[in-house]
C-alpha cells in the first residue's frame, strides 16, 4: 500500500482563511501565511490554498498571498481559484506553486485541463470536484462555489476529466463539508475506485477515525481538512499517530 497523505486546506477570501458548512456561514480561521508555516513545521504532508470567492467574484486568484504562503513551505503547495487558461495556471506556478486546482473553468472548458496537462505535465494539474448526493448512489458535479447543479454525474466528470489530462483529483463532499460528520466514504469509494488517478477526500472531518475509515474503506489516496485543524481539535501529529497505531502507511 502507497503511503497515504494528510493534506490540511486553506480555503481563502479577502486575503483570510476562513471555514463553513456546507460552503456557507463562513468565519474567520486566520491568516494564510500564519497557517501554512505552522502546517509546514507540524509534518503536514501537503497544502491545498484555494481562494474560494475568485470564481464567483469573476477575477483573479490573489497571486501576493500565493507567493508569501510559497515562501514559508517547503512541502508541495497546491493553489485554485478563478483558473480560466493556461496562462493562470503559468502564472501560480511561477508564483510558487507545485499543483494548480482547476474546478469551475475545467468544467466549463474540458479542453483546459489537456491544455494545462501539456503545457505543464499531468502532475500538476489537479481536477477540483464539488458535489453534492442528489439521489440513491447519485452524486452531482456543482459548480461556482458550489452555487450551480450541472446536472452532471460526479463520477462521468472524474473519468473524462482524467482522459483530458486530469493528474489527480480534490474530492469535496459539499454535503458533509463543515459538519464534522465524517467523510463521504461512498461517494469517495466510487470515485477512487474507477479513476487512474489519486483521488484526495474532503468533506467532514471530525474524529481520528473518520481518517482511518475515508483512507480504508474510501479507498482515498489522501485525507484533506480544515475545521479540525485550524481551531485545534487535532494536530498534524496527533492524525498521523493514530493511522500509523491503524496499520496506515503514514509518513511520520
Given at each position: 500500500?502507497?503511503?497515504?497523505?494528510?493534506?490540511p486546506c486553506?480555503?481563502?477570501?479577502?486575503?483570510?482563511?476562513?471555514?463553513?458548512?456546507?460552503?456557507?456561514?463562513?468565519?474567520?480561521?486566520?491568516?494564510?501565511?500564519?497557517?501554512?508555516?505552522?502546517?509546514?513545521?507540524?509534518?503536514?504532508?501537503?497544502?491545498?490554498?484555494?481562494?474560494?470567492?475568485a470564481?464567483?467574484?469573476?477575477?483573479?486568484?490573489l497571486?501576493?498571498?500565493?507567493?508569501k504562503?510559497a515562501?514559508?513551505?517547503?512541502?508541495p503547495?497546491?493553489?485554485?481559484?478563478g483558473?480560466?487558461?493556461?496562462?493562470?495556471?503559468?502564472l501560480?506556478?511561477?508564483?510558487?506553486a507545485?499543483?494548480v486546482?482547476?474546478?469551475?473553468?475545467?468544467?466549463?472548458?474540458?479542453?483546459?485541463?489537456?491544455?494545462?496537462?501539456?503545457?505543464?505535465?499531468?502532475?500538476?494539474?489537479?481536477?477540483?470536484?464539488d458535489?453534492?448526493?442528489?439521489?440513491?448512489?447519485?452524486?452531482?458535479?456543482?459548480?461556482?462555489?458550489?452555487?450551480?447543479?450541472?446536472?452532471?454525474s460526479?463520477?462521468?466528470w472524474?473519468?473524462?476529466?482524467?482522459?483530458?489530462?486530469?493528474?489527480?483529483?480534490?474530492?469535496?463532499?459539499i454535503?458533509?463539508?463543515?459538519?464534522?460528520t465524517?467523510f463521504?466514504?461512498?461517494?469517495?469509494?466510487?470515485?477512487?475506485?474507477?479513476?487512474s488517478?489519486?483521488?484526495i477526500?474532503?468533506?467532514?472531518?471530525?474524529?481520528?477515525?473518520?481518517?482511518?475509515?475515508?483512507l480504508?474503506?474510501?479507498?482515498?489516496?489522501?485525507a484533506?481538512a480544515?475545521?479540525?485543524?485550524?481551531?485545534?481539535?487535532?494536530t498534524?501529529?496527533?492524525?498521523?499517530?493514530?493511522?500509523k497505531?491503524?496499520?496506515?502507511?503514514?509518513?511520520?
Open positions: 500500500m502507497l503511503t497515504k497523505r494528510i493534506i486553506l480555503d481563502m477570501t479577502a486575503g483570510k482563511v476562513v471555514k463553513g458548512i456546507q460552503f456557507i456561514n463562513f468565519k474567520n480561521a486566520g491568516d494564510p501565511v500564519v497557517l501554512a508555516n505552522k502546517y509546514d513545521t507540524e509534518g503536514a504532508d501537503e497544502l491545498v490554498f484555494l481562494d474560494i470567492t470564481t464567483v467574484e469573476n477575477r483573479n486568484i497571486i501576493d498571498v500565493v507567493e504562503t515562501r514559508q513551505v517547503t512541502i503547495f497546491s493553489v485554485g481559484g483558473i480560466r487558461a493556461a496562462a493562470d495556471m503559468r501560480l506556478l511561477k508564483s510558487g507545485d499543483k486546482s482547476i474546478n469551475t473553468g475545467a468544467f466549463k472548458n474540458p479542453k483546459l485541463i489537456s491544455n494545462c496537462a501539456n503545457a505543464f505535465g499531468n502532475q500538476c494539474v489537479v481536477l477540483s470536484m458535489v453534492r448526493k442528489t439521489g440513491s448512489q447519485k452524486w452531482n458535479v456543482f459548480i461556482n462555489g458550489g452555487n450551480i447543479d450541472t446536472g452532471v460526479a463520477l462521468v472524474a473519468k473524462q476529466a482524467v482522459i483530458q489530462g486530469a493528474g489527480e483529483i480534490l474530492l469535496t463532499s454535503d458533509n463539508d463543515g459538519t464534522k465524517g463521504d466514504v461512498d461517494l469517495t469509494r466510487i470515485i477512487s475506485s474507477r479513476v488517478v489519486p483521488v477526500a474532503s468533506g467532514g472531518a471530525g474524529k481520528l477515525t473518520d481518517f482511518v475509515d475515508i480504508i474503506r474510501g479507498k482515498a489516496d489522501a484533506l480544515a475545521s479540525v485543524f485550524h481551531f485545534g481539535e487535532f498534524i501529529a496527533k492524525v498521523k499517530n493514530y493511522l497505531k491503524n496499520g496506515i502507511p503514514i509518513r511520520i
